[in-house]
Nanobody, 126 residues
Framework: QGQLVESGGGSVQPGGSLRLSCAAS????????IGWFRQAPGKERLGVSC????????DYADSVRGRFTISRDKDENTVFLQMNSLKPEDTAVYYC???????????????????WGQGTQVTVSP
């Protein structure tokens, strides 16, 4: 089974941008569903965005819609999360994982048996 590895986190000021990467090894991202999730200290882990690479479908949580963009590079076998206009409330550890799907479209829910990776820390502060 393949592995997904997150990277690209860091510290930025409000209004700044970051691009997170989710690199797949040992598995192709063709015709699959990949999501980004985040967990802030003391809070539950929630879905942020997902992409269905076969259908070209993407979805976003309301809290990030219009600011974040998910995309996939087939040659690099990587899914990206471009985060713009970052806010302090975006501070969290971000994870990528395969998601459930319905009617060929990804859902902002992790597949039950897939493990979480290490994640990448995003900190937004003045």
């Amino acid at each position: 089974q393949g592995q997904l590895v997150e990277s690209g986190g860091g510290s930025v000021q409000p209004g700044g941008s970051l691009r997170l990467s989710c690199a797949a090894s040992g598995d192709t991202l063709d015709h699959t569903h990949i999501g980004w999730f985040r967990q802030a200290p003391g809070k539950e882990r929630l879905g942020v965005s997902c992409i269905s690479t076969g259908a070209g479908f993407a979805d976003y949580a309301d809290s990030v819609r219009g600011r974040f963009t998910i995309s996939r590079d087939k040659d690099e076998n990587t899914v990206f999360l471009q985060m713009n206009s970052l806010k302090p409330e975006d501070t969290a550890v971000y994870y990528c994982v395969k998601t459930r799907a319905y009617a060929g479209r990804c859902l902002l829910f992790k597949r039950d048996n897939d493990p979480w990776g290490q994640g990448t820390q995003v900190t937004v502060s003045p």
